[in-house]
C-alpha cells in the first residue's frame, strides 16, 4: 500500500466557507466559481431561501441563501458576501455564503457522523462532521441540499 493513501482512502479536497457564527465546506469538484455578491431578481412562488436568479454568462443561475436553508435567519449581504457556484449532478446554483475560508485536504476517517441530537432536516443536509485545526466544519451533501426540480423551475 502506497504511503499517500490510508486504509479509508485517498485525500479530497473541500472548501470552506462561513455563515453566521459556523464553518461548512463541500467537495472542491462540486465548485464552478466563486462570485462576489450582486443583487438577484426575485421569482414569485418561490421557496423563502431562494434569493432568485442572476444572469451568470448568459444563462439563468438560481441563487440560494445556504443560511436560510440550513433553519437560521436570511443573511444581509455584505462586501465580503459571495455566491458559490456548484454543480450537483445536473443542476448549477450559487450558495449566498458570508465568506469563503479556505480549501481543506482530508482523508474520510477525519469526517464524524453527525450527532443524533442534531433534527432530521440538518441531518439530511449535513454529510458528516470535519474537526481539523481546533476547527469543527460540517460538510454539506449538495444532492440533498438542493431543492426539487420543480423549486428551481424558472
Given amino acids: ?10 485525500r479530497r479536497e473541500l472548501i470552506s ?42 444563462a439563468v443561475l438560481p441563487i440560494m441563501d445556504l443560511a436560510c436553508r440550513l433553519g437560521m435567519p436570511m443573511v444581509e449581504p455584505t462586501v465580503r458576501s459571495v455566491f458559490i457556484v456548484v454543480k450537483a449532478g445536473d443542476r448549477m446554483i450559487g450558495m449566498l455564503v458570508d465568506a469563503v475560508s479556505d480549501i481543506l485536504s482530508i482523508t474520510d476517517d477525519l469526517v464524524q457522523p453527525t450527532p443524533d441530537l442534531a433534527c432530521d432536516t440538518v441531518r439530511s443536509f449535513i454529510r458528516g ?23 428551481l423551475a424558472a
Fill in 17 to 58: 466557507f462561513r455563515v453566521g457564527d459556523q464553518e461548512y465546506c463541500v467537495d472542491i469538484m462540486a465548485v464552478r466559481e466563486i462570485r462576489g455578491w450582486s443583487p438577484a431578481t426575485t421569482l414569485p412562488q418561490s421557496p423563502g431561501y431562494m434569493r432568485g436568479v442572476i444572469n451568470l454568462r448568459g
Fill in 1 to 10: 500500500m502506497s504511503e499517500e493513501i490510508t486504509v479509508t482512502g485517498e
Fill in 129 to 151: 462532521i470535519i474537526s481539523i485545526d481546533g476547527r469543527m466544519i460540517s460538510e454539506i451533501s449538495l444532492d440533498r441540499l438542493l431543492p426539487e426540480r420543480e423549486a
